[in-house]
């Protein structure tokens, strides 16, 4: 018996990196999981399968984020596959790291369209299937909260405005029980960073020197915070903002 047994997650963009780490996470503790996706359902096919080979039982949803109507068709999709939900992850997002002097009007709105509205967009519509007592957790970012990299302001602006997000939800859902958070995580291996922690020379060594842990962080390590919220130690918890970045705001 898991601490999430009988319990139902939906991950979204747990097709890869931080999403996957979350859902197998949940799925060990017990969490029948809903593995979202937006093009990669080769890639969710394989995070269902390991969370099934360890035992736990998911399915695979697959609807692209940011554009009309999707928070309508994730749920469409979800309720062919289960009746209610006890868990919401927040996770798909992307990246942005062209600076003001550069960035075009369709690039702000792409990142604005799949890290704020969509997630909105979620929770409004999906309000009616969480049940009472669930959680929502909004993966955040470290760079919400610093300035070390400038040039993603457009991506760190559309954390922050999640992590108003969770803050004001927290108190709208507070009375049925459901808690909301942000976790925040810094630098994690996933295809994302890949460029910065991969394509330079010195990209992986910076990246452990903004670490107060000296290591760049991994998504289990990310997966393990949302576990803890997700789980009823975290009952207590609400409306916060959880750093995960490894000690990388110090
Ligand atoms: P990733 O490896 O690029 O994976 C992104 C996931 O989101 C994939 O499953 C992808 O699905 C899904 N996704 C992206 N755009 C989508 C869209 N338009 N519609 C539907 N699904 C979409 O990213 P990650 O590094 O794991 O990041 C996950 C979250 O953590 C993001 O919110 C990111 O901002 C945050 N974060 C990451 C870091 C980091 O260092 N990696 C640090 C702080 C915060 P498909 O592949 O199926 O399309």
């Keep these: 018996m898991g601490v999430l047994t009988g319990r139902t997650a939906l991950v979204t963009g747990a097709s890869r990196g931080i999403g996957r780490g ?16 937006g093009r990669n359902e080769a890639a969710a ?11 736990g039982s998911a399915f695979a949803i697959g609807v692209e984020l940011g554009t009309p109507g999707d928070a309508e068709a994730l749920w469409e999709e979800f309720d062919r596959h289960a009746d209610g939900l006890d868990v919401l992850v927040n996770n798909a997002g992307i ?30 519509h999906g309000m009616t299937r969480l049940r009472d007592g ?13 300035a070390v990299m400038p040039g993603n302001m457009a991506y760190a602006m559309t954390k922050g405005a999640l992590d108003v997000f ?15 958070n942000s976790v925040a995580p810094g630098l ?7 460029a910065l922690l991969h394509g330079t020379e010195d990209g992986w060594a910076q990246a452990e020197a903004i670490s107060a842990l000296g290591k760049v962080g991994t998504p289990a390590e990310v ?9 009823d130690a975290g009952r207590w918890v609400t409306g916060s903002w959880v750093d995960a970045t490894g000690g990388s705001l110090t």
């Design 45 to 55: 096919k394989e995070t269902v399968a390991a969370i099934e080979a360890a035992g």
């Design 166 to 180: 969770s803050r004001d939800l927290s108190k709208i859902l507070g009375r049925r029980g459901i808690r909301v």
């Design 134 to 146: 669930g959680r929502i957790i909004n993966i955040s970012s470290g760079l919400a909260r610093t």
């Design 223 to 231: 997966a393990d915070v949302v576990a803890f919220l997700a789980s």
């Design 22 to 37: 979350i859902a197998e996470r949940l799925g060990r503790d017990g969490a029948r999981v809903a593995v979202h996706y």
């Design 188 to 194: 994690i291996d996933t295809d994302n960073t890949a």
């Design 95 to 124: 990246g942005s790291s062209r600076p003001i002097e550069e960035i075009r009007e369709e690039e702000y709105d792409a990142v604005f369209a799949v890290n704020v509205k969509a997630p909105f967009f979620i929770v409004k």
